[in-house]
């Protein structure tokens, strides 16, 4: 039963996760842009969030939509400064401003909130659900963001799938060079994609913060699960659910049956895992599918691979 | 060509000179800045085998740092062993360590971002697990009780360090080894195709500079006199000295040291700024990444991306041609 309800609070915690995993995807599979400071961005919206429901009162739940913009007003400033000077130069300037990135709003939040950790607001309302004699508890604010996540990216895959500027971004993730000679202006694309990734951080953090606490460290690991899920789920949209759900469970379970820490632990062993299931000359390789690298990077190796097989 | 090359040892003479002078000047507090700027100088310097001669963006460091620190600080503390014994420890552990690490990425060759992550991996693995570990002091950490040494010896301790690495990046970078791994950086296919063995020379590099490292993390422990996880783990140093690699210049023998001195100096002048108490550390962290973007976005904006050292390099030819040409 333990496990039963640490399987459950893991699937529905595994929403977030996804939504953690899918604007990092985005960014990466479709603009070849590796952002490191995706987890601060994430924390960037639960701030936000804190902040907002402290002033306002209102629960982060209901601050999402503000939240979002603000991230979407953010995303347009950073984009000319950090992101299109970097775009076509290869990983590893991309990887150390990014880096960098990720100190600056690390010391920006521990000046502002100092480095105490803040929860949400007032008692969390957990559901109680009677199955025979033993007792399942569902927290309220996980269940709503759960639903809110599965919304979410439904709308977004469907977006992607069926409306014009959805095709366009696929047509630029699948070949950027041939969307640019149809007359598709890639740059603007490549745009209105990190505007939509670090929305979705910004709608990540906020649910988040409904229901964890927050403090200005948090960045980096959140930057590897969102890591972690997109490659669990090959940077393909449709199954970036299952994977955020399948790692929300794994790191519940691995909390319930060992403990707290060894979860954190066991997080970085199953991306050694994924990685090493998921590379290109993996013996496994078949079991999963190898990793799609992003098409644009300037490793000089994966482009020449590229060049090959296209 | 010879008269240049002997200006350059007289100057280098010079420095060094001064630098055995400099610390019977200063007071407690510049001892310590100073202090602290060689040992990053030295991570610099050996982060740079791996991420300057060959491209591999690894954030192991930090981790074979820590082994270094933990190894030494655990054996001198509570075992009592000798030094060297400490020292020894950490360099096998370490490279050990960066072995497996290097196995892993290399056969199933994970590069690019994917390796960036997984070194990340290989870093917060061992410094998640340590809180576990009691025998390591989990989140209390280690300390060493006998009395520290005089902050001079320190400072020459460090110096002689950064020194010998010093000497080995120039070895490394007039050697067949340092360019077939430029080679390697640049052109990995065309390195191969001349018949260099990619992931042999990597993991080279990776266990040469995981061994160096450990002995950074050893001094590091010594002069802080412990060894915590939130202090010793932390990957901000690691992240500083990757930046100021990429602007000082990859892969040369003064870049490392150019690139640190400028982030250090640009920290200590913003020390001076009008900052609320207890948020200067923040602050400083603040500027240096802000204006660590800026310069690694200048830097990089051209063809071919440029350093620190390339920009004093063309002033300091640019004013020969001047005399020259008066």
Redesign the interface.
Known sequence: MVLFQSVVSGVLSGGVYALLGLGFALT?GSLGF?N?AHGSFIVMGMYLAYSGSQWLGLSPILLAPAVTMVLFVFAALAYP??VA??LR?G???????T???M??L???Y??IY?TDFHAPDGQQKTWLIHIGDSVLAIESAKLISFVVVIAVTTALHLFLQHSPFGKFIRACTSNPVGAQVVGLDVRRISWAVFLLGSGCAGLAGALLMSYSVVEPYLG?DLT?VA?LVS?MSGMALRSIVYSGIMFGVIESVAGTLV?E??A??AV??I??LV??LR????PFRSLLGG?R??RR?N????A?GDGVKS | MKSRQLLALVLFAAAIAFLIWLPNQLNRHWMSVLIGTWILVYLAYTWNIVGGFL?Q?SLAHSAFWAIGAYSYVLLSSKLDVSTAAGLAAGVAISSAYAGLTAF?SYR???????F???T???S??PA??V??INFLGASAGLHITTPSLAPQTYYYIALAMVLGMMGITFLLAHSRIGIRWIALRD???AAEAVGINPSAQKTIALILSAALTALGGALHGEYLHLARPEITFD??PL??V??AV?IGGRGTVLGPLLGVVFLRALEVLSSALPVPP??L???L??V???A??LL??WF??GRT?GSLLDFLLRILRLQIQKKLAS
Request: overall charge neutral.
């Open positions: 990466l590796v490191f400064v950090i000077p970097t130069k990983h590893e300037l991309q990887i150390v401003v880096l960098l990135l100190n600056f690390t010391a920006l521990e000046v100092l980096l590897v890591f490659v403990s820490s060894f954190r632990v970085f062993l991306f050694i990685l090493v590379a290109d000359n993996s990793l690298r992003s990077g490793d000089t190796a994966a020449a | 491209g963006l892993i199933f060759d994970i590069r690019g971002h994917y960036a992550l997984l990340l991996a290989f917060e693995i998640k697990l809180y576990n052109n990995e296919q990957p901000r992240i500083l990757i930046v990429f207890g948020r550390d923040s602050m962290v603040l240096e990444s802000g660590g973007i690694v976005l990089a904006r991306s």
